[in-house]
């Protein structure tokens, strides 16, 4: 069973700051999500990688395979950023439910 | 853009009564599954759906729970005897393949068993 863990779990940042994800895992894995999750709980998802790094406007995600290990990072963070974000471990092997990490809750202050 | 729809947005009911959630995926997807998450916990996942047949379900998904596509274009989750324990939200989400693509997930149903 796989095991994703992410940190922190509480961020709080200034508008502008250089934001940092992290999340790791235990099993091998065929990708890695990153998705976000608003205050009403709807999930939009992000990135979907299975190696080297992916950009999307201000968004960027970078995974390591060897070391089971994936960031997310937010340029010029602003007030709309602030939001939950979630890893997720897609597995190998023909299977195909995401096992997710517990969330970043992530606050841009103005 | 295309979007996967859930109904009813809220559900109330009471312990050992059975519900029926609603999703309709985006159209030329696949792939259907089913995920909840308890209120303060991690989104876990349920079931996954293709070809009208599950595909792959976790240890919460047990004989309680059951899935259909009895159409088209609708997806549904039953749970037949509700228990305090089933509360939260589920989501269903779609993909156009399995294995290393991204899921659109739906805005969720929050169920409440009283």
């Known amino acids: 069973k796989n095991e994703v863990e992410q940190s922190p779990q509480n961020l709080t940042a200034q508008e502008g700051e250089f934001i940092t994800i992290n999340c790791s895992y235990s099993?091998?894995?065929?990708?890695l999500h990153w998705l976000q999750q608003h205050p009403g709980g709807g999930i939009v998802s992000l990135f979907m990688?299975?190696?080297g790094k992916k950009k999307h406007g201000r968004l960027i995600a970078t995974i390591n395979i060897q070391e089971k290990h994936s960031s997310l990072h937010i340029t010029a963070s602003h007030p709309r950023d602030s939001a939950v974000y979630i890893c997720?471990?897609?597995?190998?092997?023909?299977?195909?439910?995401?096992?997710f990490g517990k969330g970043t809750h992530l606050i841009i202050q103005p | 853009e295309p979007e996967v729809t859930q109904t009813p947005s809220h559900q109330v009911t009471q312990m050992g009564q059975e519900v029926i959630l609603r999703c309709v995926p985006i159209?030329?997807?696949?792939?259907f599954y089913w995920y909840r998450q308890i209120l303060g916990q991690k989104v876990e996942f349920l079931v996954s759906?293709?070809?009208?047949?599950?595909?792959?379900k976790s240890e919460i998904f047990d004989d309680q729970f059951s899935v259909e596509r009895p159409d088209g274009s609708n997806f549904t989750l039953k749970i037949r005897s509700t228990k305090l324990e089933d509360s939260a939200m589920y989501f269903c989400?779609?993909?156009?393949?399995?294995?290393?693509?991204?899921?659109?997930f739906g805005p969720g149903t929050r169920l409440t068993v009283t």
């Open positions: 997720a471990a897609e597995p190998g092997g023909g299977a195909d439910g995401l096992t």
């Open positions: 099993v091998g894995i065929s990708a």
């Open positions: 990688l299975s190696s």
């Open positions: 159209s030329n997807h696949l792939y």
């Open positions: 989400a779609s993909s156009r393949r399995t294995y290393r693509m991204e899921q659109y």
């Open positions: 759906f293709y070809n009208n047949e599950i595909s792959e």
